[in-house]
């Protein structure tokens, strides 16, 4: 086994590691549970960053690597260590290498690193930032393949330099994403989200290769329109207390995008009406990245609906199917002040 083998972890939210999860696993084993929710951001937005420590070399390994995204996927990245930056880079070589998954970052105090470069090895920090835009572990790609030689891996990793628990493996390495939960590809061997995993792990005996850069399929899938593409982001002007606004989820994977001003501070609600089971997330004011609120089932049947008080600015409602894989529907979008 390559020695001191070294793999990323998740970083979950405390709400989402008390829910159901819902993954599959190879073989004969019974279904675990996984809840994993690819948390993009708004398409065309700017994402700050901010350094919590680290020597100048490492800061430029990790601002040039997460640069690698930028030609493919329509974000910015803003490196002006503002103190409410989205993401917070911690250099801690005792905490290994994470990063929360895409607007998770929000939910995280702003004195805490949303990210942790533990360690620098080849493409690293660019893997990390993958996390951050919303990509997930290729080798948990459902279309993946790979069989585990399970008793072998949970030897190896209990050890160090990782020292997980059994469920860690299981959650960071052995269980796969349901096809339901995630946009993705075909399996992509050469992706920097898939780590190096040695022969002796895969019951095929041939395991996979460390990537370092790149790949064909993840520049074309960041770029594509279940991602970031470079398409203008047109977004529908909702106004307060008018008539709903009709539209629809087109095509699996479609996500909507609304704005709308308040004029003076209170109570609104912004819903949904129809038959489609739809997601909500509210941001602002006047930024595309400031996480106020999500809701899934709040308002009628399957609807969505945010209650908020609100001050004066602007707001952006972005609005997706619960089934991004499969989903489709029409649904109308209204805001009212109480």
Known sequence: MKEN??????????????RPQQTIRLGTGPVQAVFVFRKMWINGS??????????AAQQAIAKEQALWWLPHANLKFEFNNAPDAEIRI??????GAWSYMGTDCLSIPRDQPTMNLGFLDGGTAAHEFGHTIGLAHEHQNPSGGIEWNEEVVL?????????WTPDQIRHNVLEKYAVNQIKGTEFDPDSIMLYFFPDTWVKSGHGTKENNALSALDKVFIASEQAYPHAAVQAIELGVNAAPVSTSIGKPGEEDLFKFTVKKSGRYIIQTDGQTDVVMKLFGPNSQTGLI???????????SKIAVE???GQYFAQVRHYNKAQGTGSYSIRVNRT
Do not use: Q, W, Y
């Open 5 to 18: 083998l070294k793999i990323c972890h998740d970083r979950l939210l405390p709400l989402d590691l008390v």
């Open 46 to 55: 700017t994402l700050r960053v901010r350094f919590m420590g680290g020597t």
């Open 90 to 95: 911690a250099f801690n070589s005792s905490d």
């Open 155 to 163: 030897r190896d990793l209990s050890g160090p330099p990782n020292n």
């Open 293 to 303: 609120a999500e809701d899934d089932d709040g308002g009628f049947g399957l609807n």
């Open 310 to 312: 609100l001050i004066p």
